[in-house]
Structure formats: C-alpha cells, structure tokens
Nanobody, 129 residues
C-alpha cells in the first residue's frame, strides 16, 4: 500500500500563494506518476496538474495553467503544487494521487482520477475575495 500525506492547505486572500506538499514516505517518487485533483461539494472532481515518472512531462488544466506549478523533490520523496495568483474559484479540497502505471511509458500522467490507485486524505484550500 502506498501512503500519500498531503499538507500545506489553508486560508489565503485572493491573489495570494500557497504551496501544497504530497509526501510518499518510504517510496521513491520517481517510480510514480503523480497528480493533484480538487473537489468542490456538488461538483465533479477536477484534474489540476500531473507530473509523469519522467518529470520533464508535466500537465495542467487550462484553468490553472500559468498560475500553478507541479514539481517533485526526489530526495524528500515529495511532490509539490505551487499556487500563485489564487482566485476564489480555486477554493476546494485538493487531493494528491499516484500510480506507477507500469504498462505505460514514463511520460504518462493521465487526467482521469479513475486511473490512479493511491490517494491522499485531502487538504482544504480556501481563497477569500
């Protein structure tokens, strides 16, 4: 079982910044494609950003492109989501997801949450106007 531990959520004013972290204790993050999703009650879960096993491949939702950056620190076994220029519509619970996708090449990091086997507990991000 792969454990994902998220942190870094909180309350921030519009235009502010936050950095979310997703730690994968005891695992090499290079072995997994990882992604961030967000969920607002009453709406479908939404893909935000993904980073493939080959970290040169990153993917973003159009709604967050140019404001959010996904990255990883192999030595800390952690993936980050840097969020800048936050808007009230970014308010959601943010979830980290991971999977090794052994049947796919190292550029693969799908936008569908159904393809990821491992999930964190979520961290709340609230952006006030």
């Amino acid at each position: 079982q792969v454990q994902l531990v998220e942190s870094g959520g909180g309350l921030v004013q519009a235009g502010g910044s936050l950095r979310l972290s997703c730690a994968v204790p005891g695992r090499a993050v290079i072995s997994y494609a990882m992604a961030w999703f967000r969920h607002v009650p009453g709406k479908e879960r939404e893909f935000v950003a993904g980073i493939a096993r080959n970290p040169t491949y990153t993917y973003y939702a159009d709604s967050v492109k140019d404001r959010l950056t996904i990255s990883r620190d192999t030595s800390k076994m952690t993936v980050y989501l840097e969020m800048t220029g936050l808007k009230p519509e970014d308010t959601a619970v943010y979830y980290c997801a991971a999977d090794s996708f052994p049947m796919y090449d190292s550029s693969y990091a799908p936008r569908s949450g159904a393809e990821y086997h491992y999930w964190g507990q979520g961290t709340q991000v609230t952006v006030s106007s």
